[in-house]
């Protein structure tokens, strides 16, 4: 018995010496063992199999006191250390495992030569060992507080990173420029990607991950680069083969430029995306150079074509007005020789000009630009002279304003010769087409005396005596204008005169083939006005039935005239006659309506209202009114050209416009296109016998056009339509309304 005592206090002091190991062993296991250790999978090997050994020793020497305990019925002993220590050991082989299988991966990347990477591949693969790692943490995440794990996941993520830079630096924009800039961002002395022998293993070994911003925008400059670059041989692969296009002058063998199409666009396009070039930064610094040359020469072309273009309209216009008209040499000798020198050199130019078909090498030519401002300069001189020159007629003749200045000076060099300037009349006169010369015996006509004129629809119109053409042009243009205003007045006179004997000698029906349509027209509109007046005194004066009289005499002319169509009349007479009935049936309803409104008296509004003509006497004027407004019969010949049927929106249209003059203001009829704004305001203008000029508007028109317009129309009291305003362009829409009201 004391024998057994003392074997187990034996046991207990072994046991505690064993436990003290236990706990030793555990410590340095968890200091020594590859938790954190930074070598490679074989070494870490070799540590964890001395670590095995050891927890195996261990193991059975637990075993071993774990008999004896039971032996000497003492307590078994529990030993958690060598437990957690398998645990561990084992998961730590786990870790290891799969950090030489990623290795090993990578390693067989290794040999791949650079234009054989498929990245794509390998970053689907990387990504599958990433998964398969992070499923292992989340089994067992006691190993994400590892090193070793923590390492593998680094060198994963790396990958990662490496991977898509290797794949953006495939890129065909990474020119030797960028791969040299690689080397000193990534501090190795050169990489040559074109090196058969520069694989992935080269490639890791850079330590791209470590910069990455870096080597993104390296290639990030090279793909811009590279638009740069094929932007610019695009521009230089146009221009090198785009013509400039010759067209020939007159059917003659001098050549002028006209600009394609093509050109034109490919000089705005180009220079858009040269200035968002320069606006590209860092990323233009290598091409710079190229682009401000091209951006220059770009300029230059565009400059060259705008003054060249000028230069040859404005020499084409002049060409036969300084060297074909007689009268300008005479008139304006200095500018003419201006104009011959500058002539010579223009179709030297040219002649050099139309044997070099491109457009950078025929704009680039040195002192081309110099040249043609210096003769844009002096066209613009002699152009000038000639605009003073011709404004000097113009102020004379104001209606010159509404001629071409081409057809003026046909006109100012034929002046001597009145046949020639026929032509150009119904350009300044409203009605007139030309004038009929008076033959001698012979029946041969003397081109300086005319004695009838002939108006745009043929009614002739013999003037009130023999007129002479002679002098200035514009100054017997002007005399003319009296001669037929007094040929008219005339005529009026006659017409108002036998128009009070409708009644008594020769009726209406037989009177108007007496006279020209414009008399008989304006006649017929005073005696409407006058017994219509007549006739609402004689109402107000108590006799009920005046109007209702009056009414019925106007249906009785009416049905006269109606019978005279029917039946077989000259063309020009039936447009006459079909011009009164018009006027007849507008006139004959305002009277029923002031019969039909009970209207007492001339005050009444419907009656003011109205369109009315009033002879004047001897001063030969007729007067109109309309509500407000009066004004004098103007007496510009109209011809035999018919009128509009008047409706209640052309009684309010003439109120509307008449009222604005009476204001000094415009008018601006409103509605959509065909409904007669521009007849209506045409046919009051034919009602008073005034001049109305039409101007169809477009974006062609400048100040200047506009401001002669203005000038014509001021001075000669005439009226400008102008059709189509809103295609006015704004600088000048805005002044001309403010000019117009």
């Not at 003290?20 to 070799?46: C, D, K, S, W």
């Not at 102020?395 to 032509?423: C, E, H, Q, W």
């Not at 002739?460 to 007129?467: A, P």
């Not at 009414?551 to 049905?559: G, V």
């Amino acid at each position: 018995m004391p024998l057994q005592m003392r074997e187990v206090d034996k046991l207990k002091e072994d046991l505690e010496t064993f436990f003290l190991g236990i706990r030793e062993f555990r410590n340095t296991f968890r200091a020594n063992a590859p938790f954190t250790f930074a070598g490679t999978p074989q070494q870490a090997y070799v540590m964890m199999d001395t670590h095995a050994k050891d927890l195996v020793e261990k193991e059975k020497e637990a075993k071993k006191y774990n008999v004896l305990e039971e032996l000497f019925e003492l307590q078994v002993s529990k030993y958690q250390e060598t437990a957690d220590t398998r645990l561990e050991l084992k998961l730590l082989k786990y870790v290891w495992d799969m950090k030489a299988l990623i290795l090993g991966t990578f390693e067989s990347w290794n040999p791949q030569l650079w234009n054989d990477i498929k990245t794509d591949d390998l970053e689907d693969i990387n990504k599958g060992l990433l998964k398969n790692l992070r499923k292992m943490a989340n089994d067992t995440p006691v190993v994400k507080g590892w090193k070793c794990y923590r390492d593998i996941e680094d060198v994963i993520k790396n990958m990662s990173t490496i991977l898509p830079l290797i794949n953006d630096l495939h890129s065909n924009a990474m020119r030797d420029r960028h791969w040299r800039a690689l080397a000193k961002v990534c501090k190795v002395k050169s990489i040559d990607s074109n090196d058969p022998k520069f694989t992935f293993e080269d490639a890791v070994n850079l330590n791209l991950h470590l910069v990455g911003d870096d080597v993104s925008e390296i290639v990030e400059t090279a793909t811009k680069e590279l638009k740069i670059e094929k932007k610019l041989k695009d521009i230089e692969l146009l221009w090198r083969d785009m013509t400039m296009t010759y067209v020939p002058h007159n059917d003659t063998e001098m050549f002028l430029i006209r600009p394609s199409e093509e050109v034109i666009e490919g000089l705005e396009g180009n220079q858009l995306e040269l200035q968002t070039m320069i606006g590209m930064g860092k990323f233009v610094d290598f091409f710079r150079d190229r682009v401000l040359h091209w951006q220059n020469a770009l300029g230059g072309v565009e400059d060259v074509i705008k003054v060249w273009t000028n230069v040859s309209r404005s020499w084409a216009s002049l060409e036969s007005i300084f060297l074909a008209s007689a009268d300008i040499r005479s008139q304006l000798p200095d500018d003419t020789k201006r104009f011959e020198g500058l002539d010579g050199e223009f179709k030297e130019l040219m002649k050099e000009a139309v044997n070099e078909p491109n457009v950078l090498a025929v704009c680039s030519f040195d002192g081309r630009l110099d040249s043609l401002m210096s003769m844009m300069q002096r066209l613009e001189q002699c152009q000038k002279s000639l605009n003073e020159y011709l404004d000097q007629k113009k102020k004379i003749f104001p209606r010159f304003y509404f001629v071409s200045n081409v057809a003026l000076l046909d006109m100012l060099a034929n002046g001597t010769n009145p046949p020639k300037i026929m032509k150009y009349l119904g350009d300044c006169f409203d009605s007139l087409d030309e004038l009929v010369f008076v033959k001698d015996a012979e029946g041969k006509a003397n081109i300086k005396l005319a004695n009838e004129m002939v108006a745009k629809d043929k009614e002739r119109l013999m003037l009130y005596e023999e007129f002479a053409l002679e002098g200035e042009v514009e100054r017997y243009l002007n005399n003319l204008t009296d001669a037929m205003r007094y040929t008219l007045k005339d005529k009026m006179k006659q017409g108002y005169d036998t128009a009070q004997q409708w009644e008594t000698e020769k009726p209406r029906h037989q009177w108007l083939f007496e006279f020209p349509a414009q008399t008989v027209v304006t006649c017929t509109q005073m005696a409407w006005t006058e017994e219509s007046e007549t006739a609402l005194e004689e109402l107000s004066g108590g006799q009920e039935d005046a109007v209702k009289r009056y009414l019925q005499l106007c249906d009785t002319r009416l049905q006269d005239l109606i019978k005279l169509v029917l039946g077989e009349l000259k063309g020009s007479d039936r447009v006459k006659i079909i011009t009164i009935i018009t006027l007849d049936v507008h006139a004959r309803d305002v009277i029923q309506k002031l019969i039909d409104e009970k209207v007492e008296g001339q005050e009444a509004f419907l009656w003011q209202q109205q369109l009315r003509f009033y002879w004047g006497g001897n001063s030969l004027d007729v007067e109109i009114k309309i509500c407000d407004f009066r004004t004098k019969y103007f007496y510009e010949w109209i011809g035999n050209t018919g009128r509009l049927v008047i409706t209640p929106l052309t009684d309010r249209c003439y109120v509307t416009l008449t009222m604005g003059l009476r204001l000094f203001l415009g008018g601006a009829p409103a509605g959509p296109a065909g409904t007669g704004k521009t007849e209506t305001t045409k046919d009051l203008a034919r009602a008073l016998a005034l001049p109305c000029y039409v101007f169809n508007c477009s974006d062609q028109m400048n100040y200047q056009t506009m401001a002669d317009i203005f000038r014509g129309l001021a001075q000669t009291g005439t009226w400008g339509c102008f059709d189509e305003f809103n295609r006015l362009v704004p600088e000048v829409q805005t002044p001309t309304e403010s000019t117009a009201t």
